[in-house]
């Protein structure tokens, strides 16, 4: 059972050992226990262990805002300290359909709003490569887990970068969906048109299979449809016949650190030896519009989707008397942390009667010129290449005094989100020991392409996922 | 100068769909408190709403009914505040892009019909309901506490908004008798106030008649009855007059309409208007509704009270009071056309079925029209007394108009004038009465004779008779 490293494992591998009954689930779920132990007293990735769950499969690591039946959910928010969903999320019924045992509940920025997991009412998680920076965010515990040995997968959500840009700074891959491909049911809600659930993993491999379990769709989400071709492992090693187009805003944006293009560079070289016809084109748009947009859009929803959190049928509820009104206030500025509130201000007034057309009808109008430019430089092209994050994981309290500075941390992710495309972060090197994060976009439900090019470019690249300092 | 009201309309009607408008809890009644929840109407963390396919359908039915077009596109929007009958803290409702807009419905009046407008019909979810503990018959006035029951929340809610094209107290009360029926015959509603599946808001203004401009209106809130709204908006109007005439100006309000005081408080004025920051839900997608489907409702759609109301007055010439009380029944309607078409006159057979029928508690649809329209067409050669007790058993299956027809009323002047001069010859005070003017006595003097015929007597030629003896 200790001959496991779960550090090195990956998900197949562990499918593996389990169909040759080398191991058993329930072994290796111990394993991973055991790691959890040992490690995460450190990295602080997991909000809560489940010490023995259904299936006998890989186990998995569920993001703390995906609500699990009978087993605490917090979306990393103190108002929802105690609260123990009556119902699984879709996809967590799915990953128990497949099998895969809950191995816990992994730590968040509160309500998926942050890029460092340092907005968590429960404390930063830290990153597995070097514990004094942060492991990105919003899913900071889902990566630090898969990264540090402390989960073979794990699902995380994005909604501007959440999943993506942890990949990057944790050196692991992380899939973004496709709008309307996975189930929001269940997913404690952040900004409902652009929260996506997708799977971290430590292969490309791995998440497309990740994938096949989580997604289609689901009849207790509207917005979910089913998807127009079955999720393949990728296998070619080659990019032969694949179309790589470079956009220049996405690459050479501001703030974009040297080592980190560097890398960036590198793999888009690697593109060509293997085969990939490699273009510039230009978003010009999308990468100036696209941050101020989500900052309308995201908060507006956040603003009316935290509204049910009001202390009257669960979670925190304030002391004392009063008035409904100030039950409200009081269980409210006692349960939100700083982020939450700031973004609950944010949309209501851009919600409000006489700024809606100036700020939220605005940006959905923008969200369309934003979608078509990138339907456009997707006609040309079947996979566009970017840096994930502009920066290597930062240091622990570096950005959170400066809310404007945290925000920029998403500045390459979200143009594509806006767009509702799909997009793939692997490791494509490292900068100061740090790993760098290359973002693959792709045309809706063309995760099929993702998976390909990613898988290609990750056995090429020969990246160690694991921590310098942990092997 | 004279007044004009201009009252517009806004009714509320839960649709009796087995499920809620967005989860699939049981709606309707009669559950202990809270027993008909999910985490989606009790809006738990992650859950989402999925629409009623039903509801939509019944809602395009609806709008089809009352002449809508039925928007090829619509959408559903958040409608955001705080309260706790309010779960998710918004309510799903529809906003800029209605399920059906544009119809009208005519409500027929002695200058003919009248076309009242239908601005839009939209689709939302109901609130919980607030029981407040403490206060006076569950008001929120002296209430101590208040506990929420969340059965009804979610129950699927359609708003109908009219046009303001109505002109009288009288008008609106008409007006929502006949939109409440229409609604009730297309079998989508119990629509029943007490129940509060039915609720309405009234907008009333007033303006000098004749001009086409629209003043700054009101909003009656609260009414529990269609009788009570005719009083509110009298009184509303009497207010906003006298205000105007002494200089005045109205101020936007919503006033809550106290039927035991016969007075509308204010409940909140324009200043304390709410902001609902109305967004798209971005948790569902645009409905959608395929042209077949359209058709496919539109072509199951019964007949429309407000057509079979205008046939009423204009086809067979009713009174409004005939017509009104007939088409509070389609059955009724439907036999009345019958017995029509078998013969028996319009007007006659309206006030036969309007009243005596009506009053007889017969089901409409369990009587043979052809049968009764003999009966009705008989109805002055028999006596009365026979004439009530045939109509009586007009339900039973087995009835017959011919067995009563037999006994025909006594129509020959020769057997009814010695019981008609002894008549006169038994009252010589009524004699003189009526030789000196008191014309009214004509009845008196007819009710004798049918007595002394035990009814059988044809009141007509007794009539005749009788006038033609005291002319003499």
Redesign the interface.
Known sequence: MSAVDTLRLTAEEGLALIERRELSGVELHAAYLEAIEKRDGELHAYLRTVERAEGDAVPIALKD?I?TRGVE?T?GSRI?AG?R???D?TVATRCREAGLPLLGKTNLDEFAMGSSTENSAYGPTRNPWDPERVPGGSSGGSAAAVAGGLAPWALGSDTGGSIKQPAALCGIVGLRPTYGTVS??????F???LDQVGPMAKTVRDCALLYRIIAGRD?????TVELPEAIELPRDEDLRGLRVGIPRELNEAEGVERGVSDAVTRAIELCRELGAEVGECELPRSVEYGLPCYYLIAP??A??N???Y?G???GHRADGSGS??EL?ERTRDEGFGDEPKRRIMLG?YA???GY?EAY?GQAQKVRTVIRDEFAAALERFDVLLSPTSPTVAFPLGSRTENPLAMYLADVLTIPPNMAGLPGLSIPCGLSEGLPVGLQLIGRQFSENTLFRAGHALERALEFDFVPERLR | MSWEPVIGLEMHVQLKTRTKMFCRCESGYGAAENKRTCPVCLAHPGALPVPNARAIEWTIKLGLALGCEIAPRSTFHRKNYFYPDNPKGYQISQYDEPLCVGGSLDLPGSGGAARIGITRAHLEEDAAKNVHVGGAEGRITGSSSTLVDFNRGGTPLVEIVSEPDLRSAEDAKRFLQLLRQTVVELGISDAEMEKGSLRFDVNVSVRPAGSGELRTRTELKNMNSFAFAARGIEQEVRRQIEIYESGGQIEQETLHFDPAHESAPPLRSKEEAQDYRYFPEPDLVPVEPPPELVERLRAELPERPSVRLARLREHYGLSAYDAEVLNASPALVALFEGAVAAGAEAKPAANVLANQFAAAGIDPATVDPGELGKLIRARTKIPRSVFDEALAATGEPSFSAERYLGEAAISSSAELEPVVDRVLAANESQVLAFRAGKEGLLGFFVGQVMRETSGKANARIVSELVRRKLAE
Do not use: K, M, Q
């Open positions: 805002l609500s959910t979306a929802l609260y969903p009556l119902f999320a929001r049911y269940g997913i404690v809600a900004a409902s048109s009849p207790c989400d509207s917005t507006s929803e603003s009316s935290l509204a049910r009001d009257v049928r669960f409904i009104h409200y209501t919600l409000s009667a809606y939220y």
